[in-house]
């Protein structure tokens, strides 16, 4: 499986990005797919995730701002990021979790076996 994840930049406070992530590959396997970041210095950390029956739970610090998406038809991941933040500046990450995804584990990396190279959002004050 290949993920392929797009639409990072710079942008100002109140900005708005959308990131995208292109699956290909053995996409029927994919349980729960999630967006992830990671800053320097930091833990990487789970944005939030969308499983087969649309369930996806969002990190409060995204809660209202952030909309996952998912586009099967077009084998597509992606994440509505609205209302941008400084402390949102991270390497955006999309995930694939090839076996199920245990209840209350969505946002945890160590659940994922697929991932993306990144997209880099830098968000200016």
């Known amino acids: 499986m290949r993920l392929v994840e797009s639409g990072g930049g710079s942008v100002q406070a109140g900005g708005s990005l959308r990131l995208s992530c292109r699956v290909s590959g053995y996409t029927y396997i994919t349980f729960c797919m999630g967006w992830f970041r990671q800053s320097p210095g930091k833990e990487r950390e789970g944005v939030t995730a969308i499983d087969r029956n649309s369930f996806s739970p969002y990190a409060d610090s995204v809660k209202g701002r952030f909309t996952i998406a998912r586009d099967d038809a077009k084998n597509t991941l992606y994440l509505q990021m609205n209302s941008l933040k400084p402390e949102d500046t991270g390497m955006y990450y999309c995930?694939?979790?090839?076996?199920?995804?245990?209840?209350?584990?969505?946002?945890?990396?160590?659940?994922?076996?697929?991932w993306g190279q990144g997209t880099q959002v830098f968000v200016s004050s």
């Open positions: 995930a694939a979790a090839g076996r199920p995804v245990p209840v209350g584990a969505p946002l945890a990396p160590s659940e994922y076996d697929y």
